[in-house]
C-alpha cells in the first residue's frame, strides 16, 4: 500500500499547471491565516497580562501602603492581608496566590483564593510571579502575588483550538476535491496505454502512443513508442545480421587452423621439455582449478589422466624446510606478487625423492591475484652432482683437519726431544769444561737452534693455512719489541762478520696498538733472511712510523741487506711457500722456503703490503707497511702509593668468586660495600664515591655494558674506575671490555698482589688526551711493565717456604727442568700425568705448592683437564690462595698461551725451555710466590 505522503505527491504532479497554482494559492492562504491568527493570539495575550500585571500592582502596593500605617505589630499585618486576600473577588479566575516572607526568607503567610488544578493547552501551564518589598516596624519584607497564565488565558485557549479544527477541516476538503479531480484523468489515460500495449503485442509495430506530459504515464507511453520502433529496427537489421554470423563462422575456421598451428607448437615445446625434463604449470583462483603440463606430470610420476587439485599439489613436497618454502613462496605471490624460483624436494607418487627447481609468478585484476603460472624442472642429476662435490670438499677439509692434526703431533714429537737436546746443551756448556768443549757445545747448540728455527717455520706456516692463526690488537711498545727481536739474531750476524744497524730514531712514539707477536716474527724472518744471503757489509732495519687517511697509523720496516741479490723474474716467487730462488739456492744456503711466505702471510692477514727491491750481487730491500693503531700508553712503573683506606663498590651475586675477591680487598685494607646487580639503579653512596667499581657477572660480554652505562651515568659514580671480573676467560675477552669503555679486566681467580698492582696503575692513571679512552689495564700489562722494569738477576733470595710442583711425562724434558731450576737454586717435586698433579695439590694441605710447571700433553688426565680440575678446587675452598700455573708445552698448533690462559693458566713457556726465559718467568711472579709460599 502506498503511503499517504507519497500518494499525495503522486496525485499533485499529475494536475496541469492550472490546478497546481489554484492549489498553492489556497494552502498559501491558509498557511497564512493560520499565521494571522497566531499573531493575534500572541498579541491579545501579551496585553492581558500587562493589563493583569498592573491591575495586581496597583492594589498591591495600595493595600501595603494602608497596612503600613494600620498596623500595630506582625500579627496585625497578616490578618490585614488575609483580610486583602479575601476581597480581592475581581481576580478570582486566575488563581491568585498571596506569600508572605521576612528578611530571612521564612514564610510567615500562604494564602489563595481558589485551589484550582492544573491544565495542559496549548500555551502550557505556568505561573508568573510578582514581587513587592515593604518595610515595617523597621524589618523588610517580601510580597509574592502569582496568578495562574492558563486561567488568565483561557478565552484565547477556546479561540486557538476553533481555528485549529477549522484549518484541519479545510485541508481535508482540499484534499478531497482533489482526489475526485484526479479519478477520471488517471483511469483514461491508464486505459489508452493498455490499448496501445496490446496492439503493438498484435504485431502492429508502427502505432503509436500521444504522449502528453512528463509524469510517470507519459513516461511510460514514450517507452513503449521507444520499444516499437527498436523492434522495427531490429526487424529490419535481420539480414545485416545474417550476414554477420556468416563472416563469424568464416572467422571460426581461422581459428581452428591458428589452433593446429598452435598445438604443433606446443607438440614441439614438449619434446624440448622432455628432453630438459621442464614442465609447466598453471593456477587459476578465479576458476579454481590447476594445471600441470604433461612433463610436470612425468617428474611428479602421475598418470597422464590425473588431475592435481590444491591439496594434493602441496601433499608431494617434502615435509619440513621444502613445503615451508613453497607455502611461503606461493603466499609472497598471492599476496604481493612477488615472483619466485626456488630449489626444494618432492616425494612422487612412487615416493621417490626428487630436487626440483620451482619457479611462478603472479597476475592481479582489479588488485587481486587471479593467476598463478610458472615452471618446474628436475634438477635431481645436478643436486647428486653438487652433493658429489660437498662430499669431495668435506674429504678434502677432513685431509686438511688430519693434516694440521698430524703437524700438531709431529710439533710435540719433535720438539719435544729437541727441548732434551737444547736444555741438556745448556746445562752441560754451565759446567767446568775446556774451551774446546765450550765451541763444540756452541756449535751443537747453534745447529740445534737453527733445526728448531726450521721446524717452527713448518708450523707457523701450518698454521697459517689450516686458518688457525689469529691476529690480536693490544698495546705494546714496539722500541722493546724490536731491540729484543734484533738481539735474538745478532749471534748469527756476528758468526758471519755482518754489521748489524738498527734505525728507529724517526719515531713519533714507543707504544702502539697491534699484534706485537706476529710483528716479531716478521721482523725476525726478514732479519733471519738478510743474514743468511750476505756474506759482508751490512744489515740495516729502518721502522719509522707515519700519519694515514683512517684512524691507523702506518708502521714501515724496511730490511736492506748487502747480499746476493735477486734476480727480477724471481721476485715473484719468493712469497710462495717451499720456494727459493732456485735449487742451487737451496743446496747452498739450506732452509725451507717458509720464511718469506710466513712474512707474505701474516702481512696480508694484518692488511698491510709487502715489496722487494734487488738487484743481483748488490743486495736485496724488502718493505714491509702495516696498519697499527693509536697506542696512549706511555713508559710507567707500578707506583709506590698506598690504597689503604680506598672505597670499593662490589656489583655481584654471592658466589665463592664474590666473596674472595671481597676477602682480598678487604686483606688491601680497602673500605668494601657490596650489593647485588639488580639494585644497582637505586645505589648511592653513603658517604665518599667508591674510588673503584668491581662487576662481577656469570656472563659479562652480554651484560656488563648496560651495568657500565648505568654507572657512568649516574653523577656521583662517574670518575669512579670500574672493573669487569670474570671467572669465565675467553680469548679476546680483553680488547671487547677495552671497546665497552672499562678502565680494567681481571680474571678470576686472581693473586691479591696483582689485583693491588692493578689497582695502583687505575690511581696513577693519569686523563687521556681529549676524545680518547684510558688503556684497559689487564694482568698483561702489569706483567709485562714488571718484567720491563726490572733487570734479570743471576740470584735470588727465595722464600724460605718456596714449594714448586714439576707436572712432565718425558723423562728428558723432566731433567733438563730439574737441572735449570737446580742451576737457579730450586727444588721441585715431580709427578708424571695430569691426575697426578691433582692428587698432589689435594694433599699438599699442611704446605701448599707456589707454583706448578704444568705439561700440556700428557696422559690420563693433560694439562687443560687438570688445571680445570685444580682451579675447582680452588672455586670449593675460598680460604685457598691459588696457585701459579704456567705452561709449558711443545704443541704450537693447539696449544697456545691463550688457550692456556682460557683454561685457568697464569701463564706460558714454549718448548724447548731455555734457562732465560724460564728464570724470566720465575723473577715476574716472584712476589706472587713469596706471599703464596708464606702462608704455608
Not at 514581587?131 to 524589618?139: K, L, Q, Y
Not at 613453497?326 to 603466499?331: D, F, K, M, S
Not at 674510588?691 to 654507572?711: M, S, V
Amino acid at each position: 500500500m502506498i503511503k499517504p505522503l507519497n500518494a499525495l505527491k503522486y496525485l499533485y504532479q499529475q494536475l496541469s499547471v492550472a490546478k497546481k497554482v489554484a492549489l498553492t494559492g489556497v494552502t498559501l492562504l491558509l498557511v497564512l491565516l493560520a499565521l494571522n491568527t497566531y499573531l493575534i493570539m500572541q498579541r491579545a495575550s501579551t496585553i492581558i497580562y500587562e493589563q493583569i500585571e498592573a491591575n495586581l500592582t496597583r492594589a498591591s502596593q495600595v493595600t501595603l501602603a494602608s497596612i503600613a500605617k494600620s498596623a500595630g505589630n506582625e500579627q496585625d499585618v497578616l490578618d490585614q492581608l488575609s483580610l486583602w486576600n479575601q476581597n480581592i473577588e475581581l481576580y478570582q479566575n486566575y488563581d491568585i496566590h498571596i506569600q508572605l516572607f521576612d528578611q530571612n526568607n521564612t514564610p510567615l503567610l500562604n494564602l489563595n483564593k481558589l485551589s484550582a488544578s492544573d491544565t495542559n493547552d496549548l500555551f502550557g501551564n505556568t505561573r508568573r510571579i510578582l514581587v513587592f518589598p515593604a518595610e515595617f516596624f523597621g524589618n523588610t519584607y517580601t510580597l509574592n502575588v502569582s496568578y495562574d497564565e492558563s486561567h488568565a488565558l483561557g478565552s484565547i485557549r477556546d479561540l486557538s483550538q476553533y481555528n485549529f479544527v477549522m484549518l484541519l477541516s479545510s485541508s481535508l476538503v482540499i484534499i478531497g476535491v482533489l482526489l475526485v479531480i484526479l479519478r477520471s484523468s488517471l483511469l483514461s489515460r491508464f486505459k489508452q496505454l493498455s490499448d496501445a500495449a496490446k496492439i503493438i503485442g498484435h504485431g502492429d509495430l508502427s502505432h503509436r502512443i500521444e504522449v502528453s506530459g512528463r509524469d510517470e504515464v507519459a513516461n511510460l507511453s514514450q517507452t513503449l513508442n521507444e520499444m516499437a520502433e527498436n523492434l522495427a529496427k531490429v526487424t529490419a537489421s535481420r539480414d545485416i545480421l545474417d550476414h554477420e554470423i556468416e563472416q563469424k563462422n568464416n572467422a571460426l575456421q581461422q581459428l581452428t587452423e591458428q589452433r593446429f598451428a598452435l598445438d604443433r607448437q606446443h607438440t614441439m615445446i614438449d619434446t624440448m621439455g622432455t628432453h630438459a625434463r621442464l614442465g609447466a604449470w598453471v593456477v587459476d583462483l578465479e576458476k579454481n582449478t590447476l594445471f600441470w603440463s604433461s612433463m610436470t606430470k612425468k617428474i611428479y610420476e602421475v598418470d597422464d589422466s590425473y588431475e592435481p587439485n590444491f591439496e594434493t599439489a602441496f601433499s608431494f613436497f617434502k615435509p619440513g624446510k621444502s613445503k615451508q618454502t613453497i607455502v611461503r613462496a606461493i603466499e609472497r605471490a598471492t599476496e604481493y606478487g612477488t615472483p619466485f624460483s626456488v630449489e626444494c624436494e618432492i616425494i612422487t607418487a612412487k615416493e621417490n625423492t626428487c630436487w626440483i627447481h620451482f619457479t611462478g609468478q603472479a597476475e592481479f585484476k582489479n588488485g587481486h591475484c587471479a593467476v598463478i603460472m610458472g615452471s618446474i624442472q628436475d634438477i635431481q642429476e645436478r643436486k647428486e652432482f653438487e652433493l658429489d662435490l660437498v662430499k669431495a670438499k668435506e674429504l678434502a677439509e677432513e685431509a686438511v683437519l688430519a693434516k694440521s692434526k698430524f703437524l700438531a703431533t709431529m710439533s710435540h714429537e719433535i720438539r719435544t726431544p729437541m727441548n732434551g737436546i737444547i736444555g741438556m746443551i745448556e746445562l752441560i756448556d754451565q759446567t767446568s769444561l775446556t774451551d774446546e768443549q765450550h765451541h763444540r757445545l756452541k756449535v751443537a747448540l747453534s745447529s740445534a737452534n737453527s733445526l728448531l728455527t726450521i721446524i717452527n717455520d713448518i708450523l707457523d706456516f701450518s698454521k697459517i693455512e689450516a686458518g688457525k692463526l689469529i691476529i690480536e690488537t693490544i698495546d705494546f711498545n714496539f722500541v722493546n719489541l724490536l731491540k729484543e727481536t734484533v738481539e735474538s739474531v745478532e749471534v748469527l750476524a756476528e758468526a758471519k762478520d755482518v754489521s748489524l744497524i738498527v734505525e728507529h730514531s724517526s719515531l713519533a712514539r714507543e707504544f702502539m696498538r697491534g699484534d706485537p707477536t706476529r710483528i716479531r716474527q716478521i721482523i725476525t724472518n726478514l732479519l733471519s733472511n738478510a743474514i743468511k744471503f750476505t756474506h759482508q757489509g751490512r744489515v740495516k732495519i729502518s721502522c719509522d712510523l707515519m700519519p694515514s687517511d683512517h684512524n691507523d697509523d702506518i708502521l714501515t720496516i724496511e730490511v736492506e741487506d748487502t747480499g746476493i741479490g735477486i734476480e727480477a723474474e724471481k721476485i715473484d716467487s719468493l712469497f710462495k711457500a717451499f720456494q727459493q730462488e732456485d735449487a742451487s739456492t737451496t743446496r747452498h744456503y739450506g732452509g725451507t722456503g717458509l720464511g718469506l711466505s710466513i712474512v707474505g702471510s701474516l702481512v696480508t692477514q694484518m692488511n698491510g703490503t709487502v715489496h722487494v727491491k734487488s738487484t743481483v750481487g748488490q743486495g736485496s730491500c724488502f718493505k714491509v707497511t702495516l696498519p697499527v693503531g693509536l697506542s696512549w700508553v706511555t713508559p710507567r712503573a707500578i707506583p709506590n702509593i698506598s690504597i689503604a683506606f680506598k672505597n670499593a663498590l662490589i656489583i655481584s651475586d654471592p658466589t665463592q668468586h664474590h666473596t674472595h675477591l671481597k676477602d682480598q680487598l678487604l686483606e688491601l685494607g680497602m673500605c668494601i660495600t657490596d650489593i647485588q646487580p639488580r639494585l644497582i639503579n637505586n645505589y648511592k653512596p653513603a658517604d665518599q664515591p667508591p674510588q673503584y667499581i668491581f662487576i662481577e657477572l656469570n656472563d659479562p660480554r652480554k651484560t656488563a655494558q648496560a651495568f657500565l652505562k648505568l654507572i657512568k651515568n649516574n653523577i656521583q659514580l662517574e670518575e669512579s674506575k670500574v672493573i669487569v671480573a670474570t671467572s669465565n676467560a675467553l680469548v679476546g675477552d680483553g680488547q671487547l671490555f677495552g671497546h665497552m669503555g672499562f678502565d680494567a679486566y681481571i680474571s678470576l681467580p686472581m693473586n691479591s698482589n696483582e689485583i693491588k698492582d692493578m689497582l695502583l696503575l687505575l690511581a696513577d692513571e693519569k686523563d687521556s688526551p681529549k676524545g680518547k679512552k684510558p688503556t684497559l689495564v689487564t694482568r698483561h700489562m702489569v706483567n709485562e711493565i714488571k718484567s720491563t722494569s726490572k733487570v734479570l738477576a743471576t740470584r735470588f733470595d727465595w722464600p724460605k717456604h718456596l714449594k714448586i710442583l714439576l707436572a712432565e711425562d718425558n723423562l728428558t724434558n723432566t731433567l733438563v727442568a730439574k737441572g735449570i731450576l737446580k742451576s737457579l737454586g730450586l727444588q721441585c717435586d715431580t709427578v708424571a700425568n695430569g691426575q697426578e698433579a691433582v692428587d698432589a695439590i689435594t694433599q699438599a694441605t699442611e704446605t701448599p705448592y707456589s707454583l706448578i710447571f704444568m705439561d700440556c700433553q700428557m696422559p690420563e688426565l693433560d694439562g687443560f683437564a687438570a688445571t680445570l680440575a685444580i682451579r675447582k678446587l680452588e672455586q670449593k675452598d675460598a680460604s685457598r690462595v691459588p696457585t701459579i700455573i704456567i705452561a709449558m708445552t711443545a704443541n704450537a698448533m693447539s696449544g697456545d698461551r691463550e688457550i692456556c690462559l682460557a683454561v685457568g693458566m697464569d701463564d706460558y713457556l714454549a718448548k724447548p725451555i731455555h734457562r732465560d726465559s724460564l728464570m724470566q718467568k720465575l723473577q715476574q711472579y716472584f712476589p706472587l710466590m713469596k706471599d703464596s709460599s708464606q702462608l704455608g
